[in-house]
């Protein structure tokens, strides 16, 4: 887990604990859990997260530090390979996967990965594109995002999406606010998209935490709907895929076996 990482400006002692107060509510429901403190943090933030780390390990009894010289490049570092990234910064679940059995096989002695199994997870290929894009009348009233009835207007209607994807939105439409929301329709952020320079779509980043968007479209609905427009909305990745266990450690020294 990533904690704090996006906290610039954000007091020291504030940081450590609510990462402190993270691990202990995981810690109820995992007793048995160690815990891995991976360093160096990428981070937006100045902050001294090996000094905090350092302390923690101190307050968590069943936990060890561990400094991982290079970590991100090694693991996140293999050219031409977009499945282990969700977005331009993001870790996919594949790079997840990679981290993780990287931090394993650094932190166990020889005799414990020896014991430790992975498996191969079933091949799945997602489409990027997002089904059900459908425009309607109507706008979202910001900041809130709430949905107003308007004639005059139109908008996108809500659509499912995951957390800290790149989305491409290509509307045709005049106005750009994508509205992000919790899967109890609690408001995240809002944020316009950007459009790509010789392309007809924006891009916009999906926020931590957000599963719902809403995108408005057009205040111009009569000239809107003359236009007849092919809406599309997708992530910007070529797929979505389970990688064997193989394919996640190329370049890594993983010495666990598959089974």
Same mark, same amino acid.
Request: proline share 4%.
């Given at each position: 887990?990533?904690?704090?990482?996006?906290?610039?400006?954000?007091?020291?002692?504030?940081? *450590?604990?609510?990462i !402190?107060?993270?691990? !202990?509510?995981?810690?109820?429901?995992?007793?048995e859990?160690?815990? =891995?403190?991976?360093?160096? =943090?990428?981070?937006?933030?100045?902050?001294?997260?090996?000094?905090?780390?350092?302390?923690? $390990?101190?307050?968590f009894?069943?936990?060890?530090?561990?400094s991982?010289?290079?970590?991100?490049?090694?693991?996140?570092? /293999?050219?031409?390979?977009?499945?282990?990234?969700?977005?331009?910064?993001?870790?996919?679940?594949e790079?997840l996967?990679?981290?993780?059995?990287?931090?394993?096989?650094?932190?166990?002695?020889?005799?414990?990965?020896?014991?430790? *199994?992975?498996?191969?997870s079933?091949?799945?290929?997602?489409?990027?594109?997002?089904?059900?894009? /459908?425009?309607?009348?109507?706008?979202?009233?910001?900041?809130?995002g709430?949905?107003?009835?308007?004639?005059?207007?139109?908008?996108?209607?809500?659509?499912?999406?995951?957390?800290?994807? $790149?989305? *491409?939105?290509?509307?045709?439409?005049?106005?750009?606010?994508?509205?992000?929301? $919790?899967?109890?329709?609690?408001?995240?952020?809002?944020?316009?998209?950007?459009?790509?320079?010789?392309? $007809?779509?924006?891009?916009?980043?999906?926020?931590?935490?957000?599963?719902?968007?809403?995108?408005?479209?057009?205040?111009?609905?009569?000239?809107?709907?003359?236009?007849?427009?092919?809406?599309?909305?997708?992530?910007?990745?070529?797929?979505?895929?389970?990688?064997?266990?193989?394919?996640?450690? /190329?370049?890594?020294?993983?010495?666990?076996? =598959?089974?």
């Amino acid at each position: 887990m990533s904690l704090g990482i996006n906290r610039d400006g954000a007091d020291l002692q504030q940081v *450590k604990a609510d990462i !402190a107060e993270g691990i !202990a509510l995981y810690l109820q429901a995992k007793p048995e859990a160690l815990v =891995v403190f991976a360093s160096p =943090v990428k981070s937006n933030s100045s902050l001294d997260y090996d000094s905090i780390y350092k302390e923690l $390990t101190e307050s968590f009894p069943n936990s060890v530090f561990v400094s991982c010289y290079d970590a991100m490049d090694l693991v996140y570092g /293999v050219d031409g390979n977009n499945a282990f990234y969700a977005d331009n910064t993001h870790p996919s679940s594949e790079g997840l996967k990679r981290f993780v059995n990287y931090i394993v096989a650094s932190t166990f002695s020889v005799l414990c990965l020896s014991t430790i *199994k992975l498996t191969n997870s079933n091949a799945v290929v997602v489409d990027p594109v997002l089904p059900s894009v /459908v425009v309607e009348s109507g706008f979202y009233r910001l900041p809130e995002g709430n949905p107003e009835v308007n004639d005059g207007w139109r908008r996108l209607q809500e659509i499912a999406i995951e957390p800290n994807f $790149t989305i *491409k939105v290509d509307h045709g439409g005049n106005k750009f606010e994508c509205i992000f929301l $919790t899967e109890a329709g609690v408001l995240v952020d809002s944020k316009n998209s950007v459009l790509v320079t010789g392309e $007809t779509y924006r891009t916009v980043n999906v926020p931590a935490n957000a599963y719902l968007m809403r995108c408005q479209v057009s205040d111009e609905a009569v000239l809107y709907d003359t236009l007849n427009y092919s809406v599309s909305v997708e992530y910007d990745i070529a797929l979505v895929v389970n990688l064997t266990q193989a394919e996640i450690n /190329v370049g890594l020294d993983i010495p666990m076996t =598959v089974e």
